[in-house]
C-alpha cells in the first residue's frame, strides 16, 4: 500500500519555524517530483513548494526565501523547512508525489500529483 505521511506541524507565533516531513512507504519515491501544497479553510488547495527528481526546487512566490524543500531518497523522505512564518501561512499541509515528473521542473498543478498524504496542520498565530 503506497503511503505519504506528513508530520511536524503544530502551533507556533508569527516568526517561528516548523520543519514538515513526508515519509513515503509503499514504493520507492527517488524518481518522483515531491510537492507541498497547504489548503486554509475555505480556500482551495494551492502549490508551495516542490522538488524535483534532481532537486530542483520551486516556490511559490508568497513562500520563496522562507521556505526550503528538500528531500532525502536514501530514506524515502521529503521536507519543508518553514521560516518567519505568518498568520497567512496557517492552513492543512500535504506532500504530494508527481511519478511523471520532468527532471529540470516542477509541476505546480494538482492534478499531476498521483499520491497525496492526509495533511497536517499548521496554525500562526498573531
Known amino acids: 500500500q503506497v503511503q505519504l505521511v506528513e508530520s511536524g506541524g503544530g502551533l507556533v507565533q508569527a516568526g517561528g519555524s516548523l520543519r514538515l516531513s513526508c515519509a513515503a512507504s509503499?514504493?520507492?519515491?527517488?524518481?518522483?517530483?515531491m510537492g507541498w501544497f497547504r489548503q486554509a479553510p475555505g480556500k482551495e488547495r494551492e502549490f508551495v513548494a516542490g522538488i524535483s527528481r534532481n532537486s530542483i526546487t520551486d516556490y511559490a512566490d508568497s513562500v520563496k526565501g522562507r521556505f526550503t524543500a528538500s528531500r532525502d531518497n536514501a530514506k524515502n523522505s521529503v521536507y519543508l523547512q518553514m521560516n518567519s512564518l505568518k498568520p497567512e501561512d496557517t492552513a492543512v499541509y500535504y506532500c504530494?508525489?508527481?511519478?511523471?515528473?520532468?527532471?529540470?521542473?516542477?509541476?505546480?498543478?494538482?492534478?499531476?500529483?498521483?499520491?497525496w498524504g492526509q495533511g497536517t496542520q499548521v496554525t500562526v498565530s498573531s
Open positions: 504530494a508525489a508527481d511519478r511523471r515528473g520532468s527532471m529540470w521542473s516542477v509541476s505546480r498543478e494538482t492534478y499531476k500529483y498521483s499520491y
Open positions: 509503499g514504493r520507492t519515491f527517488s524518481d518522483d517530483t
